[in-house]
C-alpha cells in the first residue's frame, strides 16, 4: 500500500511538474510574441525618424565640403573673396564647420558608432585641411588665392574623409529600407 501511495504522489508531483513546465513554456512563447510586436511596432515610427537622421547627416557632410562653405561665404559676403585675410577667412570656414557639426550633433543617437566616428573623423580633418592650407601660403596673400588653393588641393585629394563618411552613412541608411 506505501508503494501504490508512492507511485501516486510521485505521478501527482510529475503531473504538476509538467503542467507548470507547459505553461511556464507558453509564458516564454508570448512574452517573445509581444516583445517582437512591440519591436516591430517600434520600427515602424524610429524608421522614418532615423531616416530623417541620415538625411541630416548627409547635409551636414554635403554643407561641410569646401566648394559649399565657399559658395555660403561667397553669398553672405560678397566682398569676402577680395578683402577679407586668409586668416579671416579660414575662421569664417572654421566657424561655419563647426555650427554645422553643432547643429547636427543630436543625430548620432540614430546612427551607428562606426558611423559617428567618420563623421567626427571627416569634421576633425576638415578643419586640419583647411588650416593645413592657409600654413602653406605666403602671409601676404589674398583671399582669392587661398580660396583657390583650397579647392584646388581638395579636389585632387581624391577620396576624402567626407566621401568615406557619405558611402558609409548610405549604406546605413540602405539597410533601413
Do not use: C
Not at 5 to 32: C, D, M, P, Y
Not at 105 to 130: C, G, H, K, P, T
Amino acid at each position: 500500500m506505501t508503494s501504490t501511495i508512492t507511485a501516486i504522489i510521485l505521478t501527482i508531483v510529475v503531473l504538476i511538474f509538467g503542467f507548470w513546465l507547459i505553461q511556464h513554456s507558453q509564458f516564454r512563447n508570448e512574452e517573445k510574441k509581444r516583445q517582437w510586436e512591440l519591436k516591430r511596432e517600434s520600427q515602424k515610427s524610429i524608421s522614418p525618424i532615423r531616416l530623417r537622421a541620415y538625411e541630416r547627416l548627409t547635409l551636414l557632410l554635403e554643407r561641410t565640403k569646401p566648394e559649399h562653405m565657399v559658395m555660403e561665404m561667397q553669398k553672405n559676403n560678397p566682398e569676402a573673396m577680395t578683402t577679407w585675410t586668409i586668416g579671416q577667412m579660414q575662421q569664417y570656414l572654421l566657424q561655419t564647420l563647426r555650427a554645422e557639426f553643432d547643429h547636427n550633433q543630436s543625430q548620432q543617437v540614430y546612427v551607428s558608432d562606426e558611423v559617428w566616428d567618420l563623421i567626427i573623423n571627416a569634421r576633425d580633418q576638415m578643419a586640419a585641411f583647411i588650416i593645413a592650407i592657409s600654413a602653406q601660403l605666403p602671409q601676404n596673400a589674398n583671399g582669392q588665392a587661398y580660396i583657390t588653393a583650397l579647392l584646388t588641393a581638395y579636389t585632387s585629394n581624391g577620396i576624402t574623409p567626407t566621401d568615406k563618411a557619405l558611402e558609409e552613412l548610405k549604406n546605413e541608411a540602405k539597410e533601413l529600407m
